[in-house]
């Protein structure tokens, strides 16, 4: 059994489907089972008694996390989700400060900074999806502050350049916002060779790690230039902190580093839960899963042409993602749910996502069963 066959049969979501659903949101490891089983049964035997332990390995998977995106631990902040993240970050700036962003983003990226008043200004996908820096830059008027894009767009799979857009950034003096949420654990990310200022990810799609864990990585400048708005009895520092003896707690000031923004006591199984995801994403290593990866895309691309089949996501090498889509009609897709192929469908197409657990077959799969399906069409 080679090494990316193991990986498959730690994930039994791939024994019930063919999974292509993983932008929804990516099945969880035996491993992750086990470490589960593991956290919850030291609970349950010893109470609060676990909090030393759990406190060593939530410091253990700061580090973990800091090390992967070539950041500080003291630059690392756990989340539950993107949305959070982002209603912690909107109180930091002025509200004069014009956002600019992407008409293809998620909602998160700029319903919370429209609600607080900010101007956002948006930048159009061309009619192939596809975004380029010069469309960026036209959009850049001298009260834009903050620039704010997803590292993969959730509706077309465009995957924006990062580092072209950091330079940028770098240019006009803006701060670089990036939610990773599409892309993390497929696609290695270095925030200072990217001028990456914040970068914001929910684990529970490529990194596999469920629902109610992330990171947020935060620049030691952006903290100490813009401090955060949103605080509670845990992000803060008391002069005397023993809680059995001290009577006062009214005299406090904010932590200094990026735990400020974990305002109460942290989701501790969450937390390391999302340590065990991110440890066996770093045993694979993120570069040979992005190499593995892009060979499933690049098959995907050559089987549909030779099956006459229209991949509507046909973008230059750079810009190609894991999100994958194809002009599928609503028989096919019904066919589709039929054979177990779990992927999305929306307006006559078929979004698929592809990740380590997936492989060739899963592909074959797929296009045999749209070619069986509807046979006699023929796509531009």
């Keep these: 059994m080679d090494k990316w066959r193991k990986i498959r049969a730690d994930y ?28 919850l ?37 756990f989340i539950t989700n993107t949305s959070q993240a982002m209603g912690l970050l909107v109180g930091m700036f002025p509200k004069h400060y014009d956002v600019l962003t992407m008409r293809d983003e998620f909602p998160t990226g700029f319903v919370p900074w429209m609600h607080h008043g900010h101007h956002i200004q948006f930048v159009d996908s061309n009619a192939a999806g596809e975004i380029s820096i010069t469309a ?54 270095d925030v200072q060779e990217y001028n990456i200022d914040i970068l914001i990810f929910h684990a529970y799609k490529w990194v596999t790690a469920g629902y109610g864990s992330g990171g947020m990585y935060v620049s030691k400048k952006i903290l100490d230039k813009y401090p955060p708005q949103v605080m509670g009895w845990y992000n803060v520092n008391y ?11 009214t005299q406090f000031t904010p932590k200094e ?18 340590g065990e995801a991110l440890q066996y994403l770093n045993g694979i290593g993120i570069p040979e899963i992005n190499a593995y990866v892009q060979t499933l895309i ?62 060739e077959e899963d592909i074959d799969t797929l296009l045999a069963v749209i070619k069986k399906s509807a046979p006699g069409i023929s796509y531009p």
């Excluded at 676990?50 to 070539?70: F, H, N, S, Y």
């Excluded at 002069?239 to 707690?249: M, N, S, V």
């Excluded at 580093?257 to 999302?274: M, R, S, Y």
């Excluded at 009609?329 to 997936?358: C, G, S």
């Design 298 to 359: 690049n098959y995907l691309h050559k089987r549909a042409k030779e099956n006459n089949i229209r991949v509507l996501s046909d973008y230059a090498a750079g810009h190609l993602s894991t999100i994958q889509r194809l002009a599928v009609t609503p028989e096919q897709y019904t066919a589709i749910e039929q054979h177990h192929i779990a992927a999305r469908y929306k307006n006559n197409m078929l979004t698929i996502a592809l990740n380590f657990y997936n492989n």
């Design 41 to 77: 049964t030291a609970l349950s035997e010893k109470g609060k008694l676990v909090m030393p332990e759990w406190g060593r390995q939530v410091t253990q998977t700061r580090t973990l996390l800091a090390d992967m995106i070539q950041a500080k631990a003291t630059e690392i902040a």
């Design 239 to 249: 002069p005397l902190p023993d809680f059995d003896t001290a009577q006062d707690y």
């Design 12 to 39: 039994p979501a791939c024994k019930n489907y063919v999974y292509l659903a993983t932008n929804g949101g990516g099945p969880v490891s035996t491993p992750y089972v086990q470490k589960a089983q593991q956290l």
């Design 257 to 274: 580093d990026a735990t400020v923004f974990e305002t109460g006591t942290p989701p501790f199984l969450n937390i390391l839960l999302l």
């Design 136 to 189: 960026i830059e036209n959009q850049i008027t001298p009260a834009t502050r903050l620039l704010i894009t997803s590292h993969v767009l959730f509706r077309t799979g465009f995957r924006q350049d990062l580092k072209a857009i950091g330079a940028l950034c770098r240019k006009h003096g803006l701060v670089h916002i990036v939610d990773a949420t599409q892309s993390f654990g497929v696609y290695p990310i």
